[in-house]
């Protein structure tokens, strides 16, 4: 027997593998085998099995690492469509979406020996040993080379190994495994003759009533000390075994849960008929549901999945950002069996998604809830796909395997004969397109629930603002206005900018010195109240600095407003208010979202100022002042998606107002009124949006008219950078011209954000009508790609141009 094994390598290969006998039993498709690779030993899935080969010389598989399949067959279809599409490798591609943990492989750790006196060292093996006897218990060869910064440490290793002065062993990095726990039963027939005490008799009692049990439990349920468990087990009345410990997410939240029995409007109900129907008639279907903000669209959800697990199919459900499972548990929670349900998204720990990721597999999930990476859950039996706030740009991954949950959800529907709904207030333009091409069934909601009314748009022009105080404030006179009011009428404001910290940009008054972060192609930023300056791109932090580092002045001048600066003038202007952040800086803490969106709904917070995290999804009754403070600052991004991003950010925002009994305002502060996204946001007209956007981008011929592949350049080296990407520049011209120039080569040319941690950036994009050309160019400049001192990226359906 052979199989055909795919690694976590940058090669899009397979390769094959004899099975020794003994493990021919254990061999099958979706487990993770220990192979030889090269001179050690690395960690692959089998993706097929095989009865012959025509090689002369096949290794063998050393160990099979999984008792049961991570994934099956038509997983593998699922994945193996992913990696095509997205032009990555397919053993990278299953090592990015399977939650296996770390790959057991070899490694070599370095032990530092003592050094005779007197014996004559160059600089590089000095500066290596210096190194490692800081660190007494050695240290990992890799990370030696990263720390040292010495390109050939291996070579120097070697060296001082043959001296004597290292010593060089080999280890393995174990991968996740199944966790075990002791569970004590008791034994079926008891002793002849037996006696116990009263404690041991109330043990027994208590298994009997409660069954088997877990050994810490069992001393913490029963209140018994493990002395009198070890009587017991001596006795014969006990037995102790093993048994799997099945790590899970908390389904606990402490934001309240909605009520379970909401009654559905009319439009509601017509929506989840039509949803129903498609999922009765067994086929796929992918479904627009255009609801604005408020209108009910997760009870129609919920209400759709409920039908699914009553009917024995399963369902997975998406939200774009992790802050939004709290809210969406707190829903779920109690209206379905909560130990048929797995949380899946990055921010839980690895061990409990493979935990969970084997649950769904063997079949003991119905319901799959998460981020972006629950898409891949292998869920038997799916019949819905639903994917909130599908317009997201958080459903897209731009580094290492780029790809669109939103999209491959609609390929995973269509493989597993699913339906798919997409929901939005403010649907992607080419979903939106997709619909009135019909592509896409199209369901609406037009009116919010209870037929509350839209918020009220005022849109501020902030030039006004800087003719009338001489500089731009902040916040202009209305926002302040309305603010007060708000407070004195005792209901919640949420101010939205999308830049946290407290500056842009710092300069030098005197010699105009940029304080610029070393790595990265941009400034640092303030964080005043941690007193440090940062950069957003490579967490480069320095103290902040009284004097200019050039000439030594102390006028150094601050420009932009982020976060910070916002909650010190909000805390200015509104002494008694209770104030709250919600950035990525105040939310690094783990729970630390929940625990603020959970002081908002208790009204603990009378103003919430926040970036982007506070525009989605969020559903609070007490909010009925939104502001936004610069909204100029998406429009002026290099993107043909600018205004579309801009529409959509604007609308969320402001339908985070008036959800409750009173009508909510929002005040949007610009230098450009006349714009038409911030119109047509005005007006809650998204028909009129898209039908001017759409005329752009068919003017353009940009996306949905269109289809288009970055190509990535980066490099520690520039010059290296510029001559790879010149050339990749010609082989994609000569390529396009052998497919008859059906594709446009833009570039190639430096990326808006040119540098990032040390790396030198230049993107080029293949752009046309016709999908598979373009993946054939893509596909051979990477075949031809041969320089490892740069790095080549291909992103399909871009979304980020930075």
Avoid at 153 to 178: C, D, F, T
Avoid at 310 to 328: C, D, F, M, R
Avoid at 358 to 385: D, E, H, T, Y
Avoid at 764 to 775: E, V, Y
Wanted: with cysteine; charged share 25%.
């Amino acid at each position: 027997m052979y199989v055909n094994v795919a690694l976590n390598i940058p090669a899009d290969k397979l390769f094959t593998y004899a099975v020794p006998e003994n493990l021919q039993v254990k061999a099958m498709i979706g487990k993770r085998v220990y192979v030889p690779f090269g001179r050690r030993k690395r960690t692959g899935f089998i993706t097929a099995l095989t009865s012959s080969c025509n090689l002369e010389k096949v290794k063998s598989i050393t160990e099979i690492l999984d008792d049961e399949p991570l994934f099956d067959d038509e997983d593998l279809r699922f994945f193996s469509w992913i990696s095509r599409y997205c032009i990555y490798p397919l053993g990278k591609t299953l090592a990015e979406l399977i939650p296996a943990g770390s790959e057991k492989k070899d490694y070599l750790w370095v032990l530092p020996l003592p050094v005779p006196a007197g014996l004559s060292l160059s600089k590089s093996q000095e500066k290596l040993l210096d190194f490692l006897h800081s660190c007494p218990q050695g240290i990992a060869l890799a990370q030696l080379t990263k720390n040292t910064e010495l390109k050939n440490a291996a070579a120097i290793v070697h060296g001082l190994h043959l001296a004597g002065l290292v010593q060089i062993l080999e280890r393995q990095k174990k991968p996740l495994a199944v966790r075990t726990q002791k569970i004590i039963r008791l034994e079926t027939i008891l002793p002849e003759g037996l006696r116990m005490t009263a404690r041991q008799e109330a043990v027994v009692d208590f298994l009997k009533n409660s069954g088997p049990m877990d050994l810490n439990d069992l001393i913490s349920s029963a209140k018994a000390s493990s002395a009198v468990i070890k009587k017991l087990l001596e006795k014969g009345v006990l037995a102790i075994g093993n048994a799997e410990f099945i790590r899970k997410a908390s389904l606990t939240s402490s934001i309240s849960r909605a009520p379970a029995d909401i009654m559905l409007n009319d439009e509601q109900k017509k929506a989840l008929a039509e949803i129903l129907g498609r999922l009765h008639s067994e086929t796929f279907c992918p479904i627009l549901l255009h609801g604005v903000t408020g209108s009910g669209k997760t009870e129609v959800y919920l209400n759709a999945i409920t039908n699914v697990i009553k009917n024995g199919g399963t369902a997975i459900y998406l939200v774009p950002e992790i802050a939004l499972t709290p809210q969406l548990i707190s829903r779920i929670a109690g209206r379905f069996d909560e130990n048929k349900i797995a949380v899946i998204h990055s921010g839980i720990a690895r061990s409990v998604r493979y935990d969970q990721w084997r649950q769904i597999k063997r079949g003991k999930i119905n319901l799959v809830i998460g981020a972006r990476s629950a898409l891949f859950a292998p869920l038997g039996n799916l019949k819905l796909i639903i994917v909130d706030e599908e317009h997201d740009a958080s459903y897209k991954q731009d580094d290492k395997l780029c790809y669109h949950a939103r999209d491959l959800a609609v390929v995973k529907a269509k493989m597993q004969k699913a339906v798919v709904v997409l929901g939005s207030a403010t649907p992607g333009i080419r979903s939106y397109y997709n619909a009135r091409t019909q592509k896409y069934a199209f369901l609406e909601l037009t009116q919010r629930v209870q037929n509350r009314p839209l918020p009220r748009i005022d849109i501020v022009d902030m030039k006004a603002q800087k003719e009338a105080h001489g500089k731009t404030p902040i916040l202009s006179d209305t926002m302040v206005l309305a603010i007060a009011e708000t407070l004195a009428r005792k209901e919640q404001s949420l101010l939205f900018l999308n830049k946290r910290g407290f500056d842009t940009f710092l300069v030098c008054g005197d010699c105009g010195y940029n304080f610029r972060c070393p790595n990265c192609a941009v400034a640092l930023k303030s964080h005043v109240a941690e007193n440090i300056i940062k950069c957003h791109y490579c967490d480069h932090t320095q103290k902040s600095m009284p004097l200019c580092p050039n000439c030594r002045s102390g006028k150094i001048l601050s420009y932009g407003t982020g976060t910070q600066k916002l909650e010190k003038e909000i805390e200015r202007l509104f002494p008694g208010a209770r104030i709250c952040r919600m950035d990525s800086d105040t939310t690094a803490r783990k729970g630390s979202q929940e625990e603020i969106l959970c002081a908002l709904e208790q009204k603990k917070i009378d103003i919430l100022v926040g970036t982007q995290m506070i525009t989605k999804g969020h559903d609070f009754p007490f909010i009925t002042l939104v502001g936004v403070i610069a909204a100029d600052t998406s429009l002026n991004m290099p993107d043909f998606r600018a205004s579309e991003k801009t529409f959509q950010m604007l609308t969320q925002v402001a339908g985070r107002g008036g959800r409750g009994n009173v009508c909510g305002r929002v005040i949007i502060q610009t230098f450009n009124p006349e714009h038409y996204a911030l119109q047509y946001t005005q007006k809650h007209d998204y028909p009129s949006f898209y039908s001017d956007e759409i005329e752009f981008r068919k003017a353009l011929q940009y996306p949905p008219f269109s289809r288009i592949i970055c190509l990535r350049l980066s490099s520690g080296k520039k010059d290296a950078l510029m001559e790879t990407a010149q050339e990749k520049g010609r082989e994609a011209r000569e390529l396009a011209a052998k497919h008859g120039n059906a594709a446009e080569i833009i570039g190639p040319s430096e990326s808006p954000l040119s540098k990032i941690r040390g790396q030198y950036r230049q993107q080029m994009l293949i752009k046309g009508r016709n999908s598979r050309i373009l993946h054939a160019i893509a596909n051979e400049l990477a075949e031809k790609h041969e320089t490892s001192a740069v790095k080549m990226t291909l992103d399909v359906d871009p979304e980020n141009f930075m």
